[in-house]
């Protein structure tokens, strides 16, 4: 080893080779380990090899016709595409703008206090920010975004997420880990001034108001007029109620234990739940037109973020994720085991003409909309900044837990893809077009879907009622919101491997159960957060807002709970009550304002890394940003200003005003004055909500512009960074150590035990 | 049966770590390393503080 030397700091480096080694203190093994070694022979022959294959496979998927294209090679090409992302883009973005110092405490090492901020162990880490960033979005985008065919859907999970949702997960994770954990509102008003960073908070409350109102929307057409889903559904409450005073009274801290018991009462419900469906009394109780069921989840939805967090939420997370790592692995493995053929074209006609039922508008910008969160996802900021840096033991790791986890979350949205691309295309647009349209019986839904020159023999009637009795519905007709099609596509992978068909039904309200209960996870998780935002922001205008900053006034508490549930409320019930269907006409909101906030986010970001003087590599965010930008506003653009009624909000307003004018009681889908007046109604409010956020983007991303414009000719607002603080404790950085990291490692397990440790890293 | 043993092992510490079986084993010798002497919660008292903090700090779950 060559002789060490003194940095100006207290670090200390030694090189050894391509190794550097370096120390914070001079008793104490190396705190980081950098090693600049050539890739080897083996890892170029491994990586050619990879990418060869995920070529074959994505040329099979784009060019192979004639409907026999095999699943499996979604998943190759996926996972090779992957890796060779992960290994090669995030090293280079890992190497040019992040610059990990694992020298440096993080967060999680500076300030553990053993409830938020806690060095975990990375692969831990890993678990919980999956298990926070994994929602209903990537399970129920892709479906949806099937309409225009399996090609368009795959190529943007893959290359979005590769391009440009990991990118943004990863860099916001890095630049809040060096802020101690800072959320991305207050990243925004540091980085971006008052103006800017108000316009982000603002504009952060709002959008997520919107996707809880239309997360809530799913779930809602997934259960209504389902005795079997309702029933399992309510009965996770008493049970989580039951694990809640479990670990507060019985067993504390035994929390494998009781979801192992909660999930078996799960199941339990599950099941119990057609025992239930089939009673007549238990038809009569469990069965709720949509309106009262929006009606039960407003309220679950306020009683969840008043009620103490051990009651209701926390056990109903446990449970969440058990059953949402736990599902998404058992339909890896099915899709595995059963290897189903694609039933959908690689491009249908709708792709092109923008006319399909499921959502309007043409393959750009919808497609992209539509997937959303499989691609990109804003939201994913919100947890990649303030939760997982305070979590994470060293800087190196970022690489594995931002841009790993959303090339999780991607793989997620491609089996969600599978699994609506191998239903039959009648049956898939039966489900998923509105009922004002299908006309909500199985004859005139196989005469309508047959009408629409889909490729495949035409389905009749009987056919659409046997598939829902298949799986223990009375109809399956206009079940839209995406989730009961997955749901479908689920029990038709699942029963081929596990249980034949005499399990159908079982695994599709299984599935129900599992998208509902982790929705609803959501919605009252996200009630929560608003609430704080609310409560925070109202906070800041000073005067006697100021005592809604304290957490522990619960009429405070209360009053914001009230604004946040009634603003997603109204949202919901405005649209179960449309008369244009609902999903179709929010979902494109919800798809904007996610990759609006994404569009925050990449701003905050691309200010950044600009500001550190790192302007050559600024396109690394900057191309995902103006990308998501030009969808975003086209489709914004598209929403309030396009002629075509079924795509513009306020062109379809004026048109039922006219009617409304001209003394018609009954125009277009509205079937009555009720009905003419609700569609008014709705189109003002989903017009207005378009130019809200729209506008509220576009003062971020100007207010990014400036600053990084002054940035570059130099001045401007200094970078917020902290002053980084020497770390005392080591950890590999990827997901398998390597030789020399086991060789630092094993010094520091020679340590006697009073020396930090991270949390799981007890076993070893 | 070694080897299985020890992949089980490692299975079950995976599992805890994330669901939080382990959290308090760890919070006592954290305390007892870094802060000797001092007073240490019982493990009724430590889940009590863990969820009195996501009351006022909620972990948001994504869509």
């Not at chain 1, 595995?336 to 792709?351: D, T």
């Not at chain 1, 009053?559 to 405005?574: D, E, H, T």
Request: hydrophobic share 50%; with cysteine; proline share 5%.
């Amino acid at each position: 080893m060559a002789t060490p030397t003194a940095a100006p700091s207290d670090r200390i480096e030694e090189r050894d080779g391509d190794v550097t080694y370096i120390r914070t203190e001079k008793d104490l093994p190396p705190v980081a380990v950098i090693d600049r070694s050539p890739i080897t022979t083996r890892h170029k022959i491994i990586f050619g090899v990879i990418a060869v294959l995920g070529a074959i496979a994505w040329a099979i998927i784009a060019f192979f016709r004639g409907e026999t294209v095999n699943a499996v090679w979604f998943v190759i090409a996926a996972i090779c595409t992957y890796v060779i992302g992960f290994r090669f883009y995030a090293r280079l973005i890992e190497m040019k703008i992040v610059r990990p110092r694992d020298e440096n405490a993080t967060p999680a090492e500076l300030f553990e206090n053993d409830t938020d901020y806690m060095p975990t162990d990375r692969r831990v880490l890993f678990g919980h920010h999956f298990a926070a960033i994994a929602g209903a979005g990537p399970l129920v985008g892709p479906v949806l975004a099937m309409q225009m065919g399996y090609l368009p859907g795959t190529i943007w999970i893959i290359i979005g997420a590769v391009f440009a949702g990991c990118v943004q997960d990863y860099l916001v994770l890095s630049i809040s880990t060096r802020r101690r954990g800072r959320s991305l509102g207050q990243m925004a008003r540091d980085e971006l001034g008052a103006i800017g960073g108000a316009a982000a908070i603002i504009g952060v409350l709002v959008i997520m108001v919107i996707l809880l109102a239309v997360l809530a929307l799913v779930v809602v057409g997934a259960l209504a007029e389902s005795p079997w889903g309702v029933f399992s559904i309510a009965m996770t409450i008493p049970i989580a109620i039951f694990m809640g005073i479990y670990l507060r009274v019985l067993r504390p801290g035994r929390v494998s234990e009781v979801s192992l018991i909660g999930v078996a009462l799960l199941l339990l419900a599950v099941v119990a739940g057609g025992w239930v469906a089939e009673t007549s009394w238990g038809a009569d109780w469990f069965t709720l037109s949509k309106v009262s069921l929006s009606w039960c989840i407003i309220i679950y939805g306020f009683a969840a973020s008043v009620l103490p967090v051990w009651l209701l939420l926390a056990p109903r997370d446990y449970l969440s994720t058990f059953m949402k790592v736990g599902t998404i692995a058992l339909l890896a493995l099915g899709i595995l085991l059963a290897r189903p053929i694609m039933e959908a074209p690689a491009i249908s006609q709708f792709a092109t003409k923008g006319t399909g039922p499921v959502f309007a508008g043409a393959l750009f910008p919808f497609l992209f909309i539509t997937i959303a969160c499989g691609a990109l996802s804003g939201f994913h900021a919100l947890i990649s900044s303030g939760t997982t840096p305070k979590l994470l033991e060293k800087e190196g790791q970022m690489r594995l837990i931002g841009y790993g986890g959303m090339l999780t979350e991607s793989f997620v949205g491609i089996m969600a893809l599978i699994t609506a691309a191998i239903l039959n295309q009648h049956l898939y647009f039966a489900m998923n077009a509105p009922a004002a349209q299908t006309g909500t019986t199985a004859q005139t839904a196989a005469d309508y879907v047959n009408g629409l020159g889909l490729s495949g023999t035409p389905i009749t009637g009987a056919e659409i009622t046997d598939a829902a009795e298949a799986v223990g519905e009375k109809t399956i007709v206009s079940r839209t919101g995406g989730a009961p099609t997955l749901a479908f596509g689920m029990s038709e992978v699942l029963h081929q491997v596990f249980g034949g068909t005499s399990l159908k039904a079982f695994w599709y309200h299984f599935a129900i159960m599992f998208e509902a209960l982790f929705i609803l996870t959501t919605v009252d998780a996200g009630t929560r957060v608003a609430r704080f935002m609310l409560s925070d922001g109202l906070g800041n205008l000073g005067g006697p807002l100021k005592k809604l900053q304290n957490p522990s006034w619960r009429v405070g508490a209360w009053i914001c709970s009230v604004i946040v549930v009634a603003a997603w409320g109204s949202i919901l019930l405005m649209g179960v009550t449309d008369p244009l269907g609902g999903i179709n006409t929010l979902f494109p909101l919800f798809g904007i304002a996610n990759q609006l906030l994404a569009a925050i986010a990449l701003t905050v970001v691309t200010v950044v890394v600009i500001k550190r003087g790192l302007l050559k590599w600024a396109w690394i965010p900057g191309i995902p940003l103006l990308w998501d930008l030009t969808v975003t506003m086209t489709a914004s653009w598209q929403k309030i200003f396009s002629g075509d009624p079924k795509v513009g909000y306020w062109t379809q307003h004026y048109q039922y005003v006219a009617a409304k004018d001209a003394g018609k009681t009954a125009f277009g889908a509205a079937k009555n004055a009720g009905q003419l007046d609700a569609v008014i109604r709705n189109t003002f409010i989903q017009g207005t909500l378009s130019i809200v956020f729209a506008a509220l983007v576009v003062i971020v991303f100007v207010a990014g512009v400036i600053m990084a414009l002054k940035a570059i000719r130099g001045g401007g607002r200094p970078l917020t960074e902290d002053e980084p603080v020497p770390s005392r404790l080591f950890a590999p950085s990827g997901l398998i150590p390597t030789k020399t990291e086991r060789e630092v490692q094993k010094q520091w397990d020679a340590l006697p035990k009073s020396h930090a440790r991270s949390v799981g890293t007890g076993a070893h | 049966m070694g080897r299985a043993a020890e992949i089980a092992r490692q299975i079950g510490w995976y599992w805890g770590s994330l669901m939080g079986d382990n959290h308090y084993r760890r919070y006592v010798e954290h305390r007892r390393a870094n802060h000797p002497g001092e007073p240490v919660m019982s493990e009724r008292e430590y889940w009590k503080m863990r969820h009195d903090a996501i009351e006022s700090n909620p972990n948001p779950r994504c869509c």
